[in-house]
């Protein structure tokens, strides 16, 4: 299989992976062949990218980091509690958090227990999935990039258990911004904008009265907009006014917001994401987390079309451990021209690079 973006799909082309949303329903079954009406209907429902079948890459796969039955658990718990705090607006959401902090803290230890079994580099296409309601995906999402992040960082359990509560409540305060402004299709308004500004504070108020998470894990809600250089928000906080942990999935809630299908954006591929995160390198954000985020995490999803700097074209198939930026290629064009499928594993070809991604290749 591999990976083509829905705005480039031939009619005919055959779907190769499944399309779910959040539930874990089948919206589009794999081997459907893909005509015009449904190919806009992908569009449509904001999918960016799909895999499709391809007889010269038929055995690669790729590997999603969570089962689809530890996917929909997760997406189902961050839901509910979520909505719980929604719905009692009138009462405390510090006490619909604190009733279901066993459940998250579970829920975190049987996320952890995932990634560290994945031996693989973690790849989450989200745009592979459509879904009802952003923040639920965003959660879960944020939460597995921190928790990659902290692995590798060796953080203790106890320290990877607070990390990845920080990480899945990170947006609670956001239950508090009006609906209509939250899922806002177009630009915000200047009164608009300032609204869901207060969704940091508002979620560190939530969560510093639940007894039974640590006070830390509201300092994570509180700190995940702030920025290095003090352009951040609620408060400005500068360098090492941050802790670690903000500083953590401040790296994890961009990179999933600009890789992720949004109402008002289309989802850049790993690559692009981590060239934003680069540009605010020491500036924005700490360049030794991202660092280590970019040794965790798939650069170049298996499956993603590709081009090097010599003109050869072809399909990631593996990934090499500790080198994202530098996959196995299979190699099927050469000069425009398809030649016999081989492959170039960037981690030992040095003088290649990839300098191209998402490029068309010729047709059988």
């Known amino acids: 299989m591999r990976l083509a973006a829905t705005n480039t799909i031939e009619t005919g082309s055959v779907l190769a992976k499944a399309i779910f949303n959040d539930k874990g329903q089948v919206l589009l079954h794999e081997g459907v062949e893909l005509a015009d009406n449904l190919i806009y ?7 960016t990218y799909v895999y499709i079948k391809d007889v010269r890459t038929e055995d690669i796969q790729y590997k999603d980091p969570l089962t689809p039955k530890m996917r929909k658990q997760a997406i189902e718990t961050i839901e509910n509690v979520l909505k719980e705090v929604e719905a009692n607006k009138e009462l405390s959401g510090s006490l619909v958090i604190e009733n279901a902090s066993k459940r998250l803290s579970g829920l975190i230890r049987q996320l952890i ?10 790849t989450i296409l989200s745009d ?14 944020v939460t597995l990039y921190s ?6 960082l060796q953080l203790l359990p106890k320290e990877l258990e607070i990390l990845g509560l920080g990480a899945i409540l990170h947006d609670v305060g956001k239950m508090k911004v009006p609906a209509d402004i939250l899922l806002k299709p177009g630009k915000l308004t200047a009164e608009e904008f300032e609204s869901i500004k207060k969704h940091p504070e ?25 920025r290095l ?28 917001a600009v890789t992720s299908n949004r109402i008002y954006r289309q989802a850049m591929l790993p690559h692009e994401g981590l060239e934003v995160l680069y540009a605010g390198a020491g500036k924005l954000f700490d360049k030794k987390v991202i660092e280590v985020f970019r040794q965790a995490v798939a650069v170049y999803p298996v499956g993603v079309t590709v081009e090097l700097n010599d003109g050869r074209k072809g399909v990631v198939c593996r990934q090499n451990t500790g080198l994202s930026d530098r996959p196995v290629i299979r ?20 003088n290649s690079v990839i300098t191209g991604c998402d490029t068309t290749l010729v047709q059988q």
């Open 41 to 47: 209907k992908l569009q449509e429902m904001g999918i």
């Open 113 to 122: 227990s995932e990634i560290r079994g994945n031996k693989e580099l973690l």
């Open 128 to 141: 592979v999935y459509t879904y009802d309601h952003y923040i639920f995906t965003h959660s879960l999402n």
């Open 147 to 152: 928790l990659a992040i902290g692995m590798k």
């Open 202 to 226: 508002d979620g560190f108020n939530i969560l510093r009265k639940v007894e039974t998470i640590p006070l830390l894990v509201a300092h994570c809600a509180f700190q995940h907009h702030e």
């Open 229 to 256: 250089n003090g352009s951040g928000y609620p408060r400005g906080l500068q360098g090492n006014e941050i802790h670690n942990f903000g500083k953590i999935i401040a790296i994890a809630d961009v990179f999933d």
């Open 331 to 350: 190699i099927l064009e050469e000069k425009g021209r398809n030649v016999e499928p081989y492959e170039a594993d960037l981690g030992l070809e040095l």
